[in-house]
């Protein structure tokens, strides 16, 4: 399985600014998600990371708001922006070594926005 | 798009009885059923998959049968230890016609606590 790692592992905001959260697999991967996780409930997709073109987002998320990158086959980005208290969650990233593998996930990022 | 129903939300047993967990689905595509278990401020973590071109699998106390008729799958627990107290969660996903999208839909949970 792939290793993966995040960072911060957590952070406190303030209101209106925004948070960039780094994955790191410690080994190529075709596939890599973010899924938010609200707390006590189950985990939802936010996007797929794309490398070398554009997120794949699910329906009620847009780019503006979780703007990702994928610049190569071991790492991505999230920044959640222009934060606000509903924003506070935890985020993950989820990898997959192949389109039809299982996916691993990374420990996590606590956000809370004030 | 996919739904998971998942029940029960909360399941509690004393230890060495058996836990059976259900999950519905509604895609007929769905062809990949994953259950996760995420203890408290961990990550989930995979402890058994399934395909659609098999109706059960096991691994020591873990077992998932997949019935693809019924669009429904379980997942069994037996002889249970406090230590599998968790929140586990059931997944299904499907690729696309392009392939480009192998994303996981998540049922919404059920808390396993297991008594001493």
């Known amino acids: 399985s792939a290793v993966i790692s995040q960072k911060p592992s957590r952070d406190i905001c303030q209101r209106g600014t925004s948070l960039t959260i780094q994955c790191q697999v410690d080994s190529q991967v075709t596939m890599m998600f973010w899924y938010r996780q609200q707390p006590g409930q189950s985990l939802t997709l936010i996007a797929t990371?794309?490398?070398?073109?554009?997120?794949?987002?699910e329906s009620g998320f847009v780019i503006d708001k979780f703007p990702i990158s994928r610049p190569n086959l071991t790492f991505s980005t999230l920044t959640v922006s222009n934060m606000s208290p509903e924003d506070s969650s935890i985020y993950l990233c989820?990898?997959?070594?192949?389109?039809?593998?299982?996916?691993?996930f990374g420990p996590g990022t606590r956000l809370t926005v004030l | 798009g996919e739904n998971v129903e998942q029940h029960p939300s909360t399941l509690s047993v004393q230890e060495g009885d058996s836990a059976v967990i259900k999950c519905t689905y509604s895609?007929?595509?769905?062809?990949?059923f994953p259950w996760y278990k995420q203890e408290l401020g961990k990550r989930p973590q995979l402890i058994i998959d399934i395909r659609s071109n098999v109706g059960e699998k096991k691994d020591q106390r873990i077992a998932v049968t997949l019935n693809k008729t019924a669009k429904h799958f379980s997942l069994h627990i037996t002889e249970t230890q406090p230590e599998d107290s968790a929140v586990y969660f059931c997944?299904?996903?499907?690729?696309?016609?392009?392939?480009?999208?192998?994303?996981?839909?998540f049922g919404k949970g059920t808390l396993l606590t297991v008594n001493p």
């Open positions: 895609d007929s595509a769905s062809n990949y």
């Open positions: 997944a299904a996903s499907h690729g696309n016609s392009g392939g480009s999208n192998y994303k996981l839909t």
């Open positions: 990371a794309n490398q070398g073109s554009e997120a794949t987002y």
């Open positions: 989820s990898a997959a070594r192949r389109i039809t593998d299982t996916q691993y």
